[in-house]
């Protein structure tokens, strides 16, 4: 059961470069979330999608876009990548929003790095 | 940010002894969740408390919230080396936008 998968796992990229991480689960789950971690931080929301065709801002989402492709499938992209983006992006799915008190479930993320 | 604060941010303790960390929130919540991220992985779920609840054991794991404080805390009994990892407090506010996550406490359990 291979639960949420993120590819790729790492990745090194120049400023100004373009990438798209994606993330995909097998829970048959409704909502899914993009997250990335720096030293120190936390995990912070950068976007997430509540349910199939929808999508909405988290806490940090500029210089982000998503797309929520199916039920799936939920990928995060970055148009123009800056140094300020190298972080560990985690991508998490539930069954229903968190207010349904739902717990998370987390691929093992992407290593980013922005020179 | 609305981030939250575990205390400590780390800690080192003896196989077999109890494990203590706590965590403070700034917002009203809909529940709260305890995760663990063992080195280079990504977070997995232990426990997860209601608003309205103020105390659950799940196995060797035990987790008390005080609303009134914004606070919460999990205890982890007999611990093993296995759960030397980072844990992290989750809140959610009750609205379908994620979690709000603590900046964790790194746990080391010496052998």
């Known amino acids: 059961n291979a639960g949420v998968t993120q590819t790729p796992k790492f990745q090194v990229l120049k400023t100004g470069q373009s990438m798209t991480l994606q993330c995909a689960q097998d829970?048959?789950?409704?909502?899914m979330y993009w997250y990335r971690q720096d030293p120190g931080m936390g995990l912070r929301l950068i976007y997430y999608s509540a349910s199939e065709g929808t999508t909405d801002k988290g806490e940090v989402p500029n210089g982000y876009n998503v797309s929520r492709l199916n039920k799936r499938e939920f990928s995060l992209r970055l148009e123009s990548a800056a140094p300020s983006q190298t972080s560990v992006y985690f991508c998490?799915?539930?069954?229903?929003?968190?207010?349904?008190?739902?717990?998370?479930?987390f691929g093992d993320g992407t290593r980013l790095s922005i020179l | 940010s609305q981030q939250g604060e575990e205390d400590p941010q780390a800690l080192s303790i003896q196989e077999g002894e109890n494990a203590t960390m706590n965590c403070s929130y700034k917002t009203s919540i809909n529940n709260l969740q305890w995760y663990r991220q063992n080195s280079g992985r990504g977070l997995v779920h232990l426990i997860l408390?209601?608003?309205?609840?103020r105390e659950k054991h799940s196995g060797r794991l035990r987790v008390t919230l005080d609303t009134s404080k914004k606070s919460s805390s999990l205890l982890i009994t007999a611990s093993r080396a296995a759960d030397t990892a980072s844990y992290f407090c989750a809140n959610s506010g009750g609205g379908a936008d994620g979690l709000t996550f603590g900046k964790g406490t790194h746990l080391i359990i010496q052998p």
């Open positions: 829970m048959n789950h409704n909502s």
């Open positions: 408390i209601r608003s309205n609840e």
């Open positions: 998490a799915s539930s069954e229903v929003a968190t207010f349904s008190n739902q717990p998370q479930h």
